[in-house]
């Protein structure tokens, strides 16, 4: 990044004289409810399931392998391991694999996380490791791998893929969390059906998913992941929704055959439960990090409103004038995504980024857009300025907002001109 290792003068008349406005910290009440006890709700739900009618309520596949036989008794079950920063990640994939393992069963872990973590096996295990899932902590062996199965297509001619390692098991359990998706709007977003399509399909089955493009994508999630539940092996899957404050809300195993229509009720309750910025116009907002561990796209546009996608707008979301980036997590270990969707930015922001990591998930998504490079001002006092320099003046002056990331949201900073009855001083 040479380019930015010299200051670039930005002499525009008035720039120096902008004044920021006096900010205030705040708090908002978020969705608390949180379920006490996760790992006694998941023993309970593989149970209640009932040995031998796992495979008799999941998918066809999965009856043909263990129909009959009335136990998981020596069989190989692969867990999805996915991606993203979900709440007590490990806390929940050790009861699933520790029920699994009580009932005889022989579990695994698998990366099932599409391109990320630069695409490759080490780099998809290290990402594990990241949440605490290592074959240490779980007790089950984590088995990583690029290659993948065709397992059949779609009649638009789309090919469905899934790891061979989950592939030529006795069965497969999908885990993951429901939420809103940053791109795309459906009735199933992020969760168990996506990973179906993507995860446990690994780069080959997200690149061949993502090229419909975002505007078809909800319901070529909904094509793929069907599909996989009918010909792969699906045993059941663990859903968790997480309340506003990015704890675990509830958690439910849910059988194979109904999980496209629970799903969907789960996804209902994620939106209604998920934090947001409690404002339909922002001039200027200031997010200090963005990361993959705050969300897929680093900073979620259920939030700022910046949706990378064209032609996509999320109506539920602020209508942000001018977007300000001021560094990255160090947990995202470079990957930027969506930095593009800002304004401006910062020059040591620019020189974390890793290119290579960012470019990566942008192209196999087919929205290269997300990973331009915004405005580099010199430093954080420099950026806001400019950011408030090309807002349109308002009446009572500039609404500001400033956030830490688009998951913590209990607390934040905003322009004295926004203080309502929804926020508390703090």
Known sequence: ????????????????????????RVRQRLEEREEPDPEGEIARGIAALGIGSLAGQGSLAGQGQLAGQGSLAGKSVAVTGGSRGIADYARLMRAIVSTLKDMGARPFIFPAMGSHGGGTAEGQRALLARYGVTEETMGVPVMASM???????????????????????????????????????????????????????????????????????????????RFFLEHAKVLFGVASVENGRERVMKVEVIPAASIPEREKELLVLAKKSMARLPFKEIDVLIVEEIGKDISGTCMDPNVTGRVGTRGMVFGDAPNVGCLVVLGLTEATHGSAIGIGEADVTIRSAVADVDLSQTYINHVTAGSIGGASIPLVARDEEEAIRIALYCVPPRIGGPRVVRIRNTLMLEEFEVSENMLDDNLQRV
């Open 1 to 24: 990044m040479a380019l930015f290792d010299t200051d670039i003068d930005i002499a525009v008349p008035g720039l120096r004289d902008v004044v920021p406005p006096k900010m205030v």
């Open 147 to 225: 290659e993948t199965v065709v397992i059949g297509q779609l009649p638009d001619g789309t090919k469905v893929y899934c790891d061979r390692l989950a592939w030529e098991a006795d069965g497969i359990v999908l885990f993951n969390r429901v939420k809103p998706h940053t791109d795309f709007r459906g009735d199933w977003e992020s969760g168990l059906l996506k990973m179906c399509a993507i995860g446990a399909g690994k780069h080959n089955g997200a690149t061949a998913t993502h090229r419909v493009g975002y505007m078809r994508f909800a319901e070529q999630v909904e094509a793929v992941g």
